[in-house]
């Protein structure tokens, strides 16, 4: 028998790891096709696609709603990662 520190199960645990994954794969998705709408709508109106200030801003709002238990510097890497994707 193993012990089970709190009451979770690793095979339950890995699971809802499982999902999760899938589930963020899913809002990825969501937010690279949006992306592309927005990218569609400023070449149609001539517009920079990069917008470094907006991405700054992301980044610091982003930053100051992280509840954990991520430090704020992974927050800002995981994200300019997915704006650079």
Avoid at 4 to 21: F, K, P, V
Avoid at 33 to 55: D, F, N, S, T
């Amino acid at each position: 028998m193993h012990s089970q520190m709190t009451g979770d199960s690793l095979d339950d645990l890995r699971r809802e790891l499982h999902h999760m994954n899938l589930e963020l794969l899913e809002l990825l998705s969501r937010r690279a096709a949006l992306v592309e709408r927005v990218r569609a709508v400023k070449q149609a109106r001539g517009l920079p696609i990069h917008a470094p200030e907006r991405e700054q801003a992301m980044l610091e709002e982003l930053e100051a709603r992280n509840p954990g238990p991520f430090p704020h510097a992974t927050i800002r890497r995981l994200f300019a990662e997915i704006f650079r994707a």
